[in-house]
């Protein structure tokens, strides 16, 4: 694999800690701020909500810039709202910067993911994809738990400034490792004009892989953004452990984005027939065994590769559905993303106030995970997607349709 998709994962682990860190912080964020927890985690909602209209925005705006240029633009404006977030004195202003965030790391995903998938053969989209989520797995295995470390050690804010200090070598790499040369869209280059590209929001496939990709996903962040109630009240451990468990979910979905990525390209099927009805009896299992440590450090391992393995397969399938739209694709893909990861909290912040407590975010997993399925079950059942499991052509990789 080229060198620059490894410099584009660098990049990648400094935008997945940002956006992930606050799950281990909501709780000393809500304090400072004055705030309930629910409502500091509407702070994880505000970003994917940015992430979702910020990813086609930002790809339409930067469509015809070097992605050199694109990318670095959008890493100044990251480390710019960092800096905000970080001496700021209200929730209302760290909301906005986190929105503004959100349009920095839209961008720069949706430029990632197109660039990316052209560094590669059409067959090993998904290859890359794993590659470049990688880099969003590792952020969850050491970037997330150190800024919970750090912000226990020395206040919350200061994993704001950590981050926008990462972004200094994050841009070296890019400088370094992605060519400043092709422009992006248009003049000659023989890409397809925006209106063609939007035009390919009609494909059905595409619509209902990015549904899909949503409601996933949508599950994973209900669950993973109040994980930390789930570990200090239901198991009852001390805060420290947040860290542990988080390191356990981080560890497992860069495990499951490996093996996804490596099945994503010839066997999407396989990985979504195991795949999916195990999520979904994980996110049970994990709502009726909480209570017990050890099941929950197990379980948090397993549910972070199921749910990635998953998840990045079914983004992998929205690359290939809009192969017509080669610098809009990955807008869409990031657009999917995380439509889920705003639903998802808000989903998860509302079921807080239930019965349920703090393990109804995991319910509300278990439910998302469950429609996904029945989705795709019932588009099967009636025909609505293009052949499961077909090979077009022996050479290029196999589809699926759910």
């Known amino acids: ?39 500091a985690g509407l702070l994880t909602s505000a970003f994917a909500v940015g992430m979702v209209l910020g990813a086609p925005l930002m790809a339409a705006f930067a469509r015809r810039w070097p992605p050199r240029t694109a990318l670095l633009v959008c890493l100044l404006l990251l480390a710019t709202c960092h800096v905000v ?34 560094l590669v053969p059409e067959d090993r989209k998904g290859r890359a994809l794993a590659i470049l989520l990688s880099g969003t797995t ?38 370094r490792g992605i060519a400043d040369s092709q422009p992006r869209a248009d003049a000659g280059t023989g890409s397809p004009r925006l209106r063609a590209e939007l035009g390919q929001l009609r494909s059905h496939r595409l619509l209902l892989a990015m549904a899909l990709g949503a409601l996933v996903n949508g599950g994973t962040f209900a669950a993973f953004t109040f994980l930390a109630p789930v570990v200090t009240e239901t198991a009852g451990l001390e805060d420290a452990w947040i860290s542990v468990v988080l390191v356990m979910f981080g560890l497992g979905s860069f495990l499951g984005v490996t093996v996804a990525g490596r099945l994503s390209d010839t066997r999407p099927g396989l990985v979504l027939a195991i795949g999916g009805p195990l999520l979904l009896a994980g996110w049970i299992a994990l709502a009726l065994a909480a209570s017990n440590p050890v099941l929950l450090v197990v379980l948090a391992l397993v549910l972070g590769m199921l749910s990635f393995g998953v998840g990045s397969t079914l983004i992998a399938q929205v690359l290939y559905a809009a192969s017509g739209a080669p610098t809009m694709g990955g807008s869409y893909a990031t657009a999917a993303l995380n ?4 639903a998802g909290p808000i989903l998860g912040a509302l079921a807080l106030t239930t019965e349920a407590a703090e393990l109804a975010p995991v319910w509300v997993a278990a439910g998302l995970t469950a429609l996904a399925l029945a989705v795709m079950l019932l588009s099967r059942l009636t025909g609505g997607g293009v052949g499961v499991l077909r090979r077009e052509v022996s050479s290029r990789p196999r589809e699926v349709s759910f």
Do not use: K
């Open 1 to 39: 694999m080229p060198f620059a998709l490894y410099m584009l994962a660098l990049a990648v682990f400094v935008m997945g800690t940002s956006e992930f860190m606050l799950a281990g912080l909501l709780p000393a964020i809500a304090t400072d701020l004055d705030v309930t927890v629910g409502t």
């Open 85 to 118: 977030a970080a001496v700021t004195p209200v929730f209302p202003v760290l909301l906005v910067a986190r929105v503004l965030s959100a349009l920095a790391n839209a961008g720069f995903l949706a430029v990632a993911l197109a660039t990316a998938t052209a």
């Open 138 to 175: 590792i952020a969850t295995v050491a970037g997330v738990p150190a800024g919970a470390l750090l912000g226990t050690a020395a206040g919350w804010r200061t994993t704001f400034w950590a981050i926008s200090l990462l972004c200094v070598p994050a841009a070296i790499g890019i400088l």
């Open 339 to 342: 439509l889920g990861a705003a």
